[in-house]
């Protein structure tokens, strides 16, 4: 039985899927959800620029928005939730969405994954594939609308 539900979410379709399944399983387990997001500071900038606070503000801000909008959307399901901002500078999201899963004592993660193969998955990464390996916890991966098997 899952009481306590992990969804990472960062505004994509994928991610929305995965927020919707996690509402189902929260719906019929009776469970709460968890929803965070993870702002890279990274994401946008080479290795080799300097991040300005600006930028960080401006991640920040965007990454609230997409919790809010997150949070509205499992309170309207009359689900129990709330949210966690994580700021990953320099660290992977994959980590740090297993560390939140650890820290709140989680009992499974829900979430959308894009379904990359070859080079796209090695060029932009694979937090699904991080959670695969090292996620302690029961983890319900949700595939993007088309993803190929």
């Given amino acids: 039985m899952y009481k306590k539900v992990l969804v990472p979410v960062d505004g994509s379709e994928t991610a929305e899927r ?50 809010a ?21 320099g660290t992977a999201a994959g980590e740090l969405i297993v560390k939140a899963a650890n820290d709140w004592a989680a009992d499974i993660i829900v979430c959308g994954t894009h379904g990359r193969r070859g080079l796209r998955r090695i060029v932009l990464g694979s937090d699904a594939e991080y959670l695969v390996r090292h996620t302690p916890v029961a983890l319900l991966l949700v595939r993007a609308v088309g993803a190929k098997s």
């Fill in 69 to 89: 909008s997150a949070l509205e959307t499992v309170q309207r399901a009359g689900v129990a939730a709330d949210t966690q901002l994580i700021e990953a500078f």
């Fill in 18 to 67: 995965g927020l919707q399944e996690a509402i189902r399983l929260a719906v019929d387990q009776g469970a709460r959800i968890r929803i965070v997001h993870v702002v890279d500071e990274f994401v946008m900038v080479s290795p080799y620029a300097v991040v300005t606070e600006n930028v960080i503000e401006g991640l920040c801000i965007s990454g609230k928005s997409v919790l």
